[in-house]
């Protein structure tokens, strides 16, 4: 089993980035290993890489039914546990069922939708990465594992390919 | 009601439902001593707000005479003396817009109840009672000895930031209707009397229970000078008033 | 092409550069020390004031709300019947403020109005300041408000839940809902620019964004979670908002006082918060761009000509809601009613009630048809005040002047405000405190959006003349 390291190059665009993509290919690196730190979202078409999967819609939608439970539980059970009578309203009255209901069920969409970014995310983390700070400067970096005895030809592949800088990438404190 | 199937959001009451306690006034009769005033206050245990806060509308009273007139003494137009208190209607406006169901309605007396240790103090039903005979506690009134001594034990001392308004009286109520159920016969016409109708000396008010057509409440109520107050809002107070039969109000 | 052909060509794109933000691109990292330059450079200046503010804050808050709490609401100047007062408008004014943030943030990014995006972090502060003051001028009304966690729905031994007939307890639901949504909402765009900050920081404030940042660094995956968040997030905190403002309008529709017992109060009051929001959001753009660093760059004349658009906008659909109301009561014919509008307009406040027609409609509609006047960014603070001072009024008019006449005229009394006044000015302050503070902290541009508007942003030639063409990146 060849030994695998993990290398960083940095490209000052999108578009050497994406050619260093395809030649990475071309080298035998599978789409798996090839990860893209970017410092603005760039879109998985423009680096034609395969669709990034999310979690974050269906724990949107789950949130929601949660949501829209707890609601039901406030509208539809709660008043019967101390009946008690008002005004000119039965026990559950009408259009307010749908305000709780309503407000509960966004509470739950979107308490969801934050949590299952976390999650997907696996934030918040604090162990070391790859990463170099020029990303958040606008540079684009290619984070890719290429096997120990092939590292000079990826390095000058990447280099070709017009990467301000290629390092074997340290996992630092962020 | 409806013949449908559909849920009726509304309560199953009929419109015409009576409940069990009542009043009359008779405004024709009413000579505007505010005997009636005082007397609530003293047995309910109604602080004393003050000169200043009283001139700020704030006195505390759960009944209050109303009387509107123009014009300068001798040649003065009057309407007669009104005391309004607490209509504890059968649809109550204050009700529903408690948040925390301080303001609740009592199925036994057919009263509407304040639970004074449930209210946080936002004045919503004060603002959405249309007779505004809703009262609040806007601070934690001295009473100066010895007129501390003077408290009724059967009533709750109310502190700051709570609602309170008239109550039928209910402590004697309860306590009519504890004896009663205790002596096993039902209440007697009569027997129970607020602190406002025991007192006035015109004798205006009559108190009962008028689901009981044969109580003097019920039969007083079936007058020909019956009104109700803001009756058009729907609230069916439980409080009728008789005007329009006096001498002195057909000629001034 | 002659000489003078290229030169008023390269003009007329210097001219378009020098407008449009988004067709001025800069290198990322000059963008990053520009906003990192205007978070850390702080004059003296700042400090006075800042020192200033956190005295109001102290006394004219903190202190006199101990004193309101220990004393009772009687040293305010409530009475019957005006059992709501300024608390109330100072309530329904701080939720107004509020939703211009989600209106930028979130409806201007459903349209895809680009001009939103150096502002869009600056106005979703103002939405969660603004609901912090909001809450706090609750919680001053109640009487008794260390018993306020009754409005919880919690599981207790007496069975006892909330009141859900009550709107005061949708208002409670709606409220805390948007509260929640809108703190994400503004926190998740927020993760890049942190970690950029974390990247170009030293000592305890790397720390802090270390923290805050929960190890960003902008794999596609992360991207990916993120956007697709802030995506449902635009889209389902627009109803939410829409719902929040309703519902206060319920507090006053759902009763039965003459002028609160209104239809048209729901859609009112929300056009009604849009638009002291979106004045609130001007005023607050022009500081930013001339007290701050370099933010001349990043606010234009482009942006307040736009604000100033949606003010115009926002103006005559809230004129056509007052109207509804104003006329249909007028109509109507109700005794009380009358009464109560020969208050509003004739009584002793009949000033506060023409100053808001003026605020709010003659003054806009006379001013903010001019693109010069628009742009011009001390003329829009004026406007924009104008309107939050008249929309206050008009909030005013509705809750106390309202409560005054009703269908016991022997109860009829002027409400006076006492300590409300001191505690208005605190939650104020509080407000402009909390920004300040917010602005030292965090970036208040969201650099990658903007980098990501002036990706989208190309000049294209369409016969003689140079067009701009916008990418949709989604």
């Known amino acids: 089993m060849t030994d695998k390291h993990l290398y960083l190059a940095v490209f000052a665009d999108i578009d050497p980035a994406v050619q260093a993509v395809d030649r990475l290919r071309e080298l035998g690196v599978s789409d798996e290993d090839i990860n893209i730190i970017s410092g603005i979202p760039v879109t998985q078409k423009m680096l034609g890489r395969p669709r990034q999967w999310t979690n974050v819609p269906r724990l949107a939608l789950g949130g929601a039914i949660a949501g829209f439970l707890a609601g039901a539980f406030l509208a539809f059970v709660v008043p019967y546990l101390y009946p008690l009578h008002v005004g000119r309203q039965g026990i559950i009255p009408g259009p307010p069922t749908f305000v709780v209901l309503f407000e509960l069920t966004m509470l739950g969409l979107m308490a969801s939708t934050f949590l299952g970014v976390f999650l997907d995310s696996r934030f918040p983390t604090y162990s070391p990465k790859e990463y170099v700070p020029a990303i958040s400067d606008g540079r684009v970096a290619l984070l890719f594992v290429c096997p120990a005895d092939m590292e000079a030809k990826f390095i000058q592949a990447m280099e070709t390919c017009g990467a301000d800088s290629v390092q074997p990438a340290e996992a630092q404190k962020l | 009601m409806s013949q449908t199937n559909l849920p009726d959001f509304k309560t199953e009451q009929s419109l015409d439902e009576t409940g069990k306690w009542g009043m009359v006034i008779d405004q024709d009769l009413c000579t505007g001593c505010q005997a009636c005033v005082v007397a609530c206050a003293m047995e309910n245990n109604i602080p004393i707000v003050g000169e200043s806060d009283a001139a700020y509308n704030r006195a505390m009273y759960w009944i209050r005479t109303e009387r509107f007139w123009s014009g300068v003494y001798p040649d003065v137009k009057a309407t007669p003396f009104q005391p309004v208190l607490c209509q504890q209607c059968g649809f109550a406006p204050c009700e529903p817009v408690c948040p925390v169901f301080a303001s609740v309605h009592s199925e036994t007396e057919q009263l509407n109840l304040q639970v004074y240790n449930r209210c946080v103090g936002t004045r919503y039903c004060g603002n959405n009672c249309p007779y505004i005979v809703r009262i609040f506690n806007w601070r934690d009134y001295k009473r100066p000895e010895p007129l501390d001594n003077q408290l009724n034990p059967d009533v709750t001392v109310r502190r700051r930031g709570v609602m309170e308004k008239c109550t039928f009286c209910v402590q004697r109520i309860r306590k009519a209707v504890d004896k009663a159920e205790s002596e096993r016969r039902s209440v007697a016409d009569g027997e129970v009397q607020p602190a406002c109708v025991q007192t006035c000396p015109a004798n205006a008010l009559i108190f009962g229970q008028i689901d009981d057509p044969t109580s003097q409440v019920s039969r007083a109520a079936a007058s020909g000078r019956a009104v109700k107050l803001l009756e058009e809002l729907g609230t069916l107070p439980r409080i009728t008033y008789l005007k329009g039969g006096s001498d002195y109000v057909r000629n001034s | 092409m002659s000489a003078t052909a290229e030169t008023s060509e390269q003009f007329e794109l ?107 972090r600056a106005a979703e502060l103002m939405t969660t300041f603004g609901l912090v003051q909001a809450g706090l001028s609750i919680f001053m009304h109640m009487g008794r408000v260390w018993l306020s966690y009754w409005l919880f729905p919690y599981p207790n031994e007496r069975t006892l839940w909330p009141n859900f007939h009550s709107p005061l307890s949708w208002d409670f639901l709606a409220i805390n809902t948007y509260l929640l949504a809108s703190t994400m909402y503004l926190f998740m765009p927020l993760i890049p620019d942190i970690a950029m900050a974390r990247d170009r920081s030293t000592g305890w404030r790397k720390t802090l964004y270390r923290i805050l940042s929960l190890g960003f660094r902008g794999t596609e995956g992360e991207w990916t979670h993120l956007r697709t968040a802030m995506n449902i997030f635009a889209f389902a905190i627009l109803p939410v908002m829409f719902s929040v403002h309703t519902i206060v309008a319920w507090d006053f529709a759902a009763a039965i006082r003459p002028g609160w017992n209104s239809t048209i109060f729901g859609p009112y009051f929300v056009i009604g918060a849009l638009h002291s929001g979106i004045a609130a959001v001007a005023m607050v753009l022009v500081v930013i761009r001339a007290r701050m660093k370099n933010m001349k760059y990043f606010i234009r004349p482009e942006h307040f000509n736009a604000l100033g658009t949606l003010m115009l906008l926002v103006s005559m659909g809230w004129a056509y809601f007052f109207f509804n109301d104003y006329m249909v009561q007028w109509y109507g014919g109700n005794s009380v009613t009358d009464a109560l509008q020969h208050f509003h307009e004739r009584g002793p406040l009949g000033w506060m009630w023409f100053g808001m027609l003026i605020l709010n409609i003659v003054i806009p509609w006379a001013t903010l048809w001019s693109k010069k006047i628009r742009s011009t960014p001390w003329a829009l603070f004026a406007v924009g005040l104008g309107i939050n001072i008249g929309m206050w009024f008009e909030r005013y008019i509705i809750i106390p002047i309202s409560l005054t006449v009703n269908y016991m005229p022997f109860t009829w009394r002027a409400y006076v405000p006492a300590v409300e006044i001191p505690l208005s000015i605190g939650t104020l302050a509080f407000f402009i405190l909390l920004y300040m503070t917010a602005s030292r902290l965090i970036p208040l541009v969201p650099v990658w959006e903007v980098q990501e508007g002036q990706m989208a942003h190309t000049l294209r030639k369409v016969g003689k003349e140079t067009i701009v063409s916008v990418a949709d990146l989604e």
């Open chain 3, 14 to 120: 210097g001219k378009m550069r020098e407008e449009h933000l988004m067709l001025d691109p800069r290198p990322r990292g000059e963008m990053n020390s520009w906003v990192m330059d205007a978070m850390k450079t702080t004059s003296w200046k700042f400090w006075v004031i800042f020192a200033v503010l956190s005295v109001v804050v102290a006394v004219c808050l903190f202190y006199t709300w101990g004193y309101l709490i220990a004393e009772g609401i009687g040293v305010a100047g409530l009475t019957r019947p005006v059992y709501w007062g300024v608390f109330l408008v100072n309530t329904v004014f701080w939720i107004g403020i509020s939703h211009a943030g989600t209106f930028v943030s979130a409806l201007l990014r459903v349209f895809k109005a680009e001009y939103r995006r150096p502002f869009t």
